[in-house]
């Protein structure tokens, strides 16, 4: 009888243990979702680490409550339907989607900025660099909640190699960008375009031709002297271009150099890149197109460049979009009409 029952026992444990082996998945199990559109929420990434000119700084990806103030990234942010706070409007292009809209805050320009506003908004991002970049520990302390990236890079005369801090400054401030409000691919499909244009334009170039590269600005003629400073110099280090003139103790001002017309038409340049000023600057009273300040010039008409019509001019924005796309179109104009 005991036997019996301690047989009845044992058949009953062990149905029990194969139903709960039934019921349990091995630990080590890998469970495969059905489609690959399934996606588990609780493992997408929320956080993104870049770095930036100070270091490794943790972005939330796609942030809410956006600053930009950075001239470098308006264009790239817009084209991607990125949402901005605020913004510094009077330093940027007229035709901005965020000057339009009333919704964005306006911050004022760099020189006094009402920085107050980037608190009101409570961003989770502020993107810095270039004309605002003096004010990222201001912010810093202004925002302590936000995570705040400066994206600026160093193409002054102080600078080692500034044509290649330009280049490498534009290509990691979009991939960090792409990084950050989740455009990895189109980030990287600008990047592209932009090696492509870099090397179309540096191929159409004869190694030969003297280049002279000004900026125009109040109807006044100045000498933007090769390889540092804004747009222009730089260019001289990527391309290899042999400089039309050289003047000792020449700086990076966003004017140019107060240089002679007269001295400028004296190294008779075969080329001559022109960046207006003025053309990007809606307010300026005393603005003259830069076409009309070259062709009124006496001094320059009987150089090589502007008798053979060899004078390019930037895109007419690009003193306040100094964006990838900018240098972009910039290096693809340059590349088909050196080629010629």
């Known amino acids: 009888m005991r036997k019996s029952k301690f047989f009845k026992l044992t058949v009953i444990m062990a149905i029990f243990a194969l139903m709960l082996t039934a019921c349990t998945k091995p630990s080590n199990e890998t469970v495969k979702p059905e489609t690959n559109d ?40 817009a084209n991607w339907g990125i949402e901005l706070a605020a913004v510094p409007k009077a330093v ?32 989770e991002l502020v993107i810095v660099g270039q004309r605002f970049a003096r004010f990222y520990e201001d ?38 960008l792409g990084q950050i409000f989740d455009k ?10 932009f090696d492509q244009a870099i090397k179309d334009a540096k191929s159409a170039y004869n190694g030969t031709d003297t280049v002279m590269s000004i900026v125009v600005s109040g109807g006044d003629i100045g000498f933007s002297a090769p390889r540092s400073g ?48 003025d053309a990007a600057i809606s307010s300026t009273t005393d603005a003259v197109p830069a076409q009309d300040v070259i062709d009124n010039s006496p001094a320059l008409q009987n150089t090589t460049a502007v008798s053979e019509g060899k004078i390019v001019y930037a895109p007419n924005d690009t003193y306040t979009n100094e964006s990838i796309q900018t240098y972009l179109e910039l290096f693809e104009g340059l590349a088909k009409v050196l080629a010629k």
């Open 38 to 77: 399934q996606v588990n929420e609780s493992t997408e990434v929320s956080t993104v680490e870049i770095t930036d000119v100070h270091g490794t700084v943790t972005v939330p990806v796609n942030p809410k409550n956006v600053v930009a103030l950075d001239n470098r990234t308006f264009e790239t942010l």
């Open 92 to 123: 940027m292009p007229a035709d901005s989607p965020y000057v339009a809209d009333e919704s964005v805050q306006d911050i004022g320009n760099h020189r006094e900025p009402n920085l107050e506003i980037i608190a009101a908004v409570n961003p």
């Open 139 to 176: 912010i810093k302390a202004l925002v302590p909640n936000a995570a705040v990236i400066d994206l600026n890079f160093d193409v002054s005369e102080a600078a080692d190699s500034p044509g290649e801090n330009l280049i490498n400054g534009l290509k990691n401030s979009t991939i960090v």
């Open 184 to 193: 990895n691919k189109e980030a990287e499909q600008l990047v592209a375009d």
């Open 230 to 277: 804004r747009v222009w110099g730089p260019m001289y280090e990527i391309f290899g271009w042999v400089p039309a003139l050289e003047v000792g103790g020449a700086s990076s001002d966003h004017q140019g150099d107060d240089i002679s017309v007269e001295a400028i038409a004296q190294s008779n340049p075969d080329w001559i890149f022109v960046l207006d000023r």
